[in-house]
């Protein structure tokens, strides 16, 4: 390897982000935002670095494995590169927007930096983008309108295939708290669900007399599937009285978000919690067919302060694999010497025109090297094919 190839290489997990993929995340971004402006959602722009112990309270404390820190010369601080921007809102809906009206509706864009990635990402800076409805108190509408709002968003930049999981993450909680499970039980149990190991449930029930709490959580674990077979077995599952209080409310934001959006293919699983591990009520994942791995996650949860709110992050580095390629404009050369009115006029019409910065021989070819399909001649634009 060449000095030249060694100083080009990139740490494990950072890439370089190029044509034409760099311009369709910007698009992306861009139609996204817009799209969530029209609901309401203002933008927001919080840093990309913050002092450390803010950065991590709260909702924040679960990515602490996830931080990159470094030193502040300035102020001799630790401060902590976000591995989520959603934490960030947080700070920010409770200090500088303490006084907005609520619920308050927000929007972001940003890079995020992680210390690994995932097996389904193995990129450990991507963008995120989302929204935050804060202060949307216990109504199921404010679970729906954010669910509906991501769909309604990823359909617009051409994505099809969609469908949402829809969670209750704290069930399990809830369920084992009711029950008496014991402490030192509970991991055992949520690990035979992440396994969706129905068989191993039962054993850990009978192994720690925990029987009565097994059974509901193998009901529930046998729940998942289409919001159509699994709400009805949902609804004859006896519960203790906070866990069907959870369940009505998955039941009533399913309904809600099928109402919205019927095309919509939805889905539940009732006690998944992978991934959510602040959120304290609804929670949904976005899928599409064809795409592997989450094109977003969001839910419920408790902002700094214990202020209510829910909302949904989306990851462009999965928007680019979903999402069709965007029509690129004709790109026109212009030769050099021709008049600059004909190159921004060629750009008001909506095409890339490529001025010419020396005289060459052939226009056509010059144009072919540089990626266009088209260029002027004699007064009019001509393909690089004509004679």
Known sequence: MT????????????????????????????????????????????????????????????????????????????????????????????????????????????????????QLRADRQFRQIGVELIGAAHAATGDAEVIVLAAEGLAEIGINGLSVDINAPS??????EALGVPDD?????????????????????????????????????????????????????????????????????????????PDLDVTIDPIESRGFEYHIGISFTLFALGTRGELGSGGRYLATGGELATGFTLFTDMLLRASPPVPTPSRVFVPHGTSAEVARALRADGRIAIQGLVAVPDSATE???????????DGKIATIDEN
């Open 3 to 118: 000095h030249s190839e060694q100083k080009a290489l990139l740490p494990t997990g950072l890439t370089d982000l190029l044509p034409p993929d760099a311009d369709r995340e910007e698009a992306i971004t861009r139609q996204l935002l817009s799209h969530f402006r029209h609901y309401g959602y203002q933008r927001v722009k919080p840093p990309l670095l913050e002092f450390e112990d803010g950065l991590l309270d709260g909702a924040g404390a679960v990515h602490a494995d996830q931080t990159f820190r470094v030193m502040d010369p300035a102020s001799q601080r630790m401060l902590g590169v976000r591995a989520d921007i959603t934490p960030q809102i947080a700070r920010i809906t409770s200090s500088r927007l303490a006084s907005a009206p609520r619920p308050l509706r927000i929007s972001y864009s940003g890079e995020v930096l992680r210390v690994v990635g995932s």
């Open 171 to 176: 069930l399990t909680t809830t369920i084992c």
């Open 367 to 377: 144009a072919r090297r540089l990626g266009c399909d088209q260029y002027w001649r």
């Open 185 to 261: 039980v509970v991991p055992r149990l949520r690990a035979a669900i992440d396994r969706k190991d129905a068989t191993g449930l039962r054993e850990i029930g009978d192994q720690y007399e925990v029987a009565d709490a097994a059974a509901i959580l193998g009901s529930l674990l046998g729940a998942a599937g289409t919001a159509k077979s699994g709400l009805g077995g949902l609804t004859d599952i006896a519960l203790p009285d906070e866990a069907r209080a959870l369940v009505d409310r998955l039941i009533e934001v399913v309904d809600l978000v099928q109402r919205a959006a």
